[in-house]
């Protein structure tokens, strides 16, 4: 898996750097609300109009990059992701920072949905692991962005926007420098023979099992995004500076980051990609139910939110290899249309999760979120004879 070309190890490094962006906010949400003197459910919408814009985004994706080809798509992404953050670290007001991030995440969808099917591409070692070092790169991205989010955070609230910006600088040079040019490489593995066009993600979408992949990660990242934002604002009520929800959320990520690459493909061997998926996510939800009931426990909260990330780094990568196999359509649009449902589950979870504890009590964000995770996994059980085949495609990989 770690024998690549340069090209591919160029797109993993600038992965990191994209996914960072996810945690890296994560640990300043309470310095945000205090400075700018937002409530709970407005920080939260920070990641609301992040995943928004992200999954419209998606549909239009396979139009640009067979236009631009992968390389400048990818280096369409880190400009606009540079941009947006660096306003977003001059920003004065919460409304204007919300507007920001939704840019932010027009180039993050850009660069994501791109990356997976580049590193395929470029890739010496196959489609699945293949997407075990693009989830390593997501691991690592979502570990180390909540650390360094907390220390530039401890400086100022606007550290982190600005040292985004700075990094994807960076990560532009090394995909320039680095990537080949588009005539050379194809999205997908192969020639690209016509452009896409923006039907083709909801054509993909007929497909039944793609299409409960995509149903199935929207409930799933209710609990998810809970988890993300909600949590780290009961923590930092409880007292954690953005130093300790840092090292929190570090804990958290690297879970995720080990179990994506070491356990998930074992559980896969041994047990099926459905199986494991559905254990993994009734595990989650057990987390979500457990912090329900002690909101107010500091180390119990702690304690769920780094467990949890092992149960989530099993079932990302079990998910991504699954919707790569799902339908007989380019991997690009498969993974757009893919990506699309599930952020809207990412859109609607942070500012429902903030508006149920302003409406009822701080333990309501994580009951309900826990109960979208076991409807995720129900969902996937009742339609489990439309997904057997995802693991015949991979052994046959």
Partial sequence: MFSQPKAVWAVVFASVIAFMGLGLVDPILPAIAEKLHASASDVTLLFTSYNAVMA?????????????GPKYTLMCGVVIIAIFSLLGGLSNGIWSLVLLR?????????????ALSAIVSLSTTGVGKSIILFEVAVGLGISVGPLVGGELGAISWRGPFFG????????????????????????????????????????ALKFRALRTFGIAAALYNFGFFTLLVYAALVLGKLGLDE????????????????????????????????????VMLL???ACLFVMANWTTDKTVVIIAVIV????????????TTAVMNAAPVERPTASAAYSFLRFIGGAIAPY?????????????????????VVVAALYLGVNSKHLKHVDEVESAH
């Avoid at 549909?59 to 236009?67: N, W």
């Avoid at 990537?179 to 490489?185: E, I, L, T, V």
């Fill in 283 to 285: 595990c989650f939800a």
């Fill in 56 to 68: 419209v985004a998606m549909l239009i994706t396979g139009v640009i990059s067979t236009r631009l």
């Fill in 308 to 319: 949890a990330g092992a149960f989530l780094g099993n079932n990302n990568t079990l998910i």
């Fill in 102 to 114: 939704g840019g932010w995440g027009l180039g993050n969808a850009l660069f994501v949905a791109t």
């Fill in 352 to 372: 429902l999760a903030g508006k149920l504890a302003e409406w009822f009590n701080p333990h309501m964000p994580f009951i309900v979120g826990g109960a979208f």
């Fill in 164 to 203: 985004v910006a700075g990094l994807m600088v960076f990560a532009f040079i090394l995909i320039l420098t680095l990537m080949p040019k588009p005539s050379k490489m194809a999205a997908g593995g192969q020639a690209v023979r016509k452009k896409a066009s923006l039907a083709d993600p909801f054509r």
């Fill in 243 to 278: 130093h300790q929800l840092g090292y929190v959320f570090l804990g958290w990520g690297l879970m995720l980051a080990f179990t994506s690459v070491f356990m998930a493909p074992k559980l896969q061997k041994r047990f099926g990609t459905l199986p494991s998926m559905v």
